[in-house]
């Protein structure tokens, strides 16, 4: 049985990656974007593509299906790369992540935890 985990990526969240992908961190963008951010206290590895999340890190077969919302997301802020200024426009927002029984067993985290975690 799959729990769900709200996690909100709020303003100050996005103000403070909104240099990401655009100089030296090309190679770590997706485990220091905003949507990694949002999640980094449960999956300390974290990293974020534009379709899936993985939480061990890019380099396991564990993953998550990003929702609409995230992907939406994702899309935007990576496109207004050339314009950081921009990116502080995008709304907050909040999405459901959907984590399944066979991720818990292999990230180790039982079950109580992830139910009585808060938003970040």
């Known amino acids: 049985m799959a729990i769900n985990y709200s ?9 403070s990656c909104r240099y990401v992908g655009i100089s030296d961190d090309v190679q770590i963008t ?3 974007c905003p949507v990694a951010k949002a999640i980094s206290h449960l999956f300390p590895n ?7 999340l993985y939480p061990l890190g890019h380099e ?3 993953k998550i299906e990003m929702p609409k919302i995230a992907r939406h997301f994702i899309t935007l802020f990576d496109s207004l ?7 502080l426009l ?15 067993e292999a990230i180790h985290i039982e079950k109580e935890r992830v139910s009585r975690d808060v938003f970040v």
């Open 60 to 62: 396991t077969d564990v």
């Open 30 to 32: 997706g485990e220091i």
């Open 46 to 52: 974290v990293y974020v593509s534009s379709e899936f």
């Open 90 to 104: 995008i709304p907050s927002f909040e999405f459901e992540l959907k984590i399944t029984d066979d991720v818990l």
């Open 7 to 15: 996690i909100h990526v709020s303003n100050k969240l996005i103000a």
């Open 81 to 87: 790369g050339e314009d950081t200024e921009s990116r």
